[in-house]
C-alpha cells in the first residue's frame, strides 16, 4: 500500500507541470479559438533561454529566470502579431497548422543554437527527498510540483479577478459584444499569447531543471494534449483536476504494467470521456451561428 501511495504521490507531482503547461494551451484558445500546437516548443524555448541568461551570459539564475520569462513572453506576442494575426478570419485549420510550422521553426532553431545533446540547468530545485513517513519523493519533483502549484494558483486568481482576466472571458464569450463594449480585440490576443509565453516557459524551466533540457523537451506537450482534452479546451479550472489526474495515471500504470501501456493509456481514458461527453468533462457547449 505505501508503494501505491508513493507512486500516487510522484505522480501528481507529474501532473504539477502539465497543469502549467496545459493552462498555457487553454488561455491562447479561450481568448483567439486557436489551438497552439507549439506550446511544446515555447516551452523547451523558456528553458533554453533560462540557460542562455543564467548561465552563458552569465546574469545569474535570478535576473536569468526573469529575462527568460519576459523573452518568452515577447517571442508569444511577436509571433501571434506577424504571424498568426495576418491570418485572422481564415479557417481554423490554417492557423492550426500554422501553429504546426511554428513548433517546427523553435525546433529547428534550438536544435541549431543549442545542439541536440542534453543541457543542464542551474540547480533551482533541491535535492533532497521529501520523506512522509514510509513514502519518499524526489525532491526536485516535490519542490517541483509546489513552484507549479504557486504559478497556477497565481494566475488562475489573476484570471478571475483581474480587469485583464476579465477582457479575455468577454472576447472568449462573444469577440464583437466584447468589442462594441470598448475591449480592444487585439491587444486581448497578443496578452492571452503573452500570458501563454511566461506559462509555457514556466513548465519548461520547471521540467528542465528536473530532467535537462533538449529541443526534443516539447514532446512532453503530447501529454498536455491529453490533459488539454479530458478537461475541455475552454476550462481553466479543468485543467487543474485533469492534470493531476492524467500525471497520476500515467504513473501508476507505468509502475504496474510498464512503460509499452504508459504512453497510449491516457489517450484511451480521453477517447472514451470524449465519446459520452466532447467537450471533455469540464468544456462548454458553444452553439455557432452562420
Known sequence: MSLFLEFSLVGLASGG????????????????????????????????????????????????????????????????????????????????MVTFGLASVFRGFAGLIWGPNVRQLTELLPRTPLFLGNILIPGK???GFLAAGLISGAFIVYYRFSRAG??????????????????????????SWGFAGVLAAASGIIAGSVNGVTPQL?????????????AGMT?????VVAGLFIGWVE????????????????????LLVMIVKPTGLFGEQRVERI
Not at 519576459?70 to 506577424?82: H, K, P, Q, W
Open 17 to 96: 507541470i502539465y497543469v502549467l503547461a496545459a493552462l498555457s494551451f487553454v488561455i491562447v484558445f479561450k481568448a483567439t479559438n486557436v489551438f497552439n500546437f507549439a506550446t511544446g516548443e515555447m516551452m523547451m524555448l523558456g528553458a533554453y533561454l533560462f540557460l542562455l541568461f543564467d548561465i552563458q551570459l552569465g546574469l545569474g539564475w535570478g535576473a536569468g529566470l526573469l529575462a527568460a520569462l519576459v523573452g518568452s513572453a515577447l517571442l508569444a506576442i511577436i509571433a501571434e502579431r506577424i504571424v498568426l494575426r495576418p491570418l485572422i478570419g481564415r479557417p481554423h485549420i490554417v492557423l492550426v
Open 141 to 143: 519533483l516535490a519542490w
Open 166 to 191: 476579465t477582457a479575455i472571458r468577454a472576447t472568449s464569450t462573444d469577440q464583437v459584444t466584447a468589442e462594441s463594449l470598448g475591449i480592444n480585440i487585439r491587444m486581448v490576443f497578443a496578452m
Open 218 to 230: 516539447g514532446l512532453v506537450a503530447l501529454n498536455v494534449l491529453a490533459v488539454v482534452m479530458l
Open 235 to 239: 476550462s481553466v479550472g479543468g485543467v
Open 251 to 270: 504513473t501508476i500504470v507505468g509502475a504496474y504494467l510498464g512503460a509499452a501501456w504508459q504512453s497510449f493509456i491516457p489517450y484511451l481514458i480521453v
